[in-house]
């Protein structure tokens, strides 16, 4: 299905362009006509990024840094495949885009898998597809500028080492490039593809624990995703901060018996980019460039400064965390059940969705399913949207082949 956007909207809301309200000096915020303060929600570049590309943990409320590995542990935390059981895997994942609107040309693929080196090595790839189908652009008067495909995707691989019986790390790079309306003019600006390189940087733990007279293991995590430099769609020095995040979780996991086991996932995430300021505030642009002084950071000033620039302070910094949590029964490594839910801040975004799913896994063949239902009147792009994943497992192709 064909589209019709004006060309400035992904460009402009990149960029952080607010409205004409008035500031708060007491509140540290711009209101809005009934005195509340307005969102303040983070802005970056290729957003693709932060979202969940697998149907397994799409169906755990996005939750994944220290869940059982799978391939599509690249996504959330590399240094957990190093716990792996299999020695290769590899998934595919297949997510719809705005399929509420009718839009059957959106969608994001991810293919991801890892190879086990030995004991302590492994090696991990993934790359991501983001596709916006085909678009009309037009210029503010609505007169057609032309037709394209704007799309985004990521290309990476990442090492994961175990330093220990209970602990891992894993670096990981990858390469970025985002066309969203190339060679389009706005304003007297040509729009441009954007490029990047980014690197991960994750850790994990896990150890075998005992709750009552049940075996389990409990497991922390921590990956540092994104990474990497600063992007623009222009030919000015007006640039963009990527998603640079923070993401730490927890899993404890229950095997009741030989057949039943229960994990329990909880992912907290933020993201190190600056906070945005409302253009009334008067310390917006001290320099008085016409750029907002929290755009002209740097990366490193981005990241060290994310816990303490907020505009209302404190109070705000807490507010740009969101949560994951995620539920997973397992009967017989063999058939799952999962369910879980996302929170967000109202003033940060107000994504809150509960989501369901579930996977079956048949000799070297896993497949999973998950549904997104909305908790809240912010619109979600995967409202009752079923997401698909689809694993192989090399390790069990081959010793089904060596029964036989």
Known sequence: ????????????????????????????????????????????????????????????????????????????????????????????????????????????????????????????????????????????????????????????????????????????GKFLFSSLAPGQISGGIIINNATSFATDVSLTYRKKTKISNYNGYWAFGMNISNLGAKVTYTDNNDKDF??????????????????????????VNKLLVPSPWSIENPKWDANNNDIADWREKTLFQGVFGSFNDAQAGFSEELKEFYYSIGLEYLYSKQFAVRTGYYYENALKGARKFFTIGAGIKYNVFEFNLSYLAPSSIQRNPLDNTLRFGLNFNFTGLKDSLEEE
Not at 247 to 256: C, E, H, N, Q, Y
Request: glycine share 10%; hydrophobic share 40%; proline share 5%.
């Open 242 to 267: 990527i998603p640079t995040n923070l993401g730490l979780g927890g899993m404890l996991r229950i095997d009741f018996d030989d057949y039943n086991t229960l994990a329990f996932c909880l992912d």
């Open 1 to 172: 299905m064909k589209k019709v956007f004006p060309i400035l909207i992904t460009i402009l809301a990149i960029s952080g362009a607010f409205g004409q309200s008035v500031f708060d000096p007491e509140k540290n915020c711009t209101l809005d006509a009934n005195g509340n303060c307005l969102p303040t929600p983070i802005l970056t570049a290729m957003p693709f990024l932060r979202i969940a590309p697998d149907a397994r943990g799409g169906a755990m409320g996005e939750a994944g840094i220290v869940a059982d590995p799978s391939a599509a542990s690249m996504h959330y935390n590399a240094s957990n495949l190093a716990f792996a059981e299999d020695k290769n895997a590899i998934s595919l994942n297949f997510t719809p885009w705005l399929r509420n609107l009718g839009l059957d040309d959106l969608y994001l693929t991810y293919l991801a898998g890892y190879t086990k080196l030995d004991k302590y090595q492994t090696l991990g790839f993934n790359v991501r597809y983001f596709s916006l189908g085909s678009i009309f652009f037009t210029d503010t008067q609505g007169g057609s500028t032309g037709e394209g495909r704007p799309r985004e995707f990521e290309v990476g691989a990442a090492y994961a080492r175990k330093l220990g019986d209970n602990f891992s790390a894993a670096v990981a």
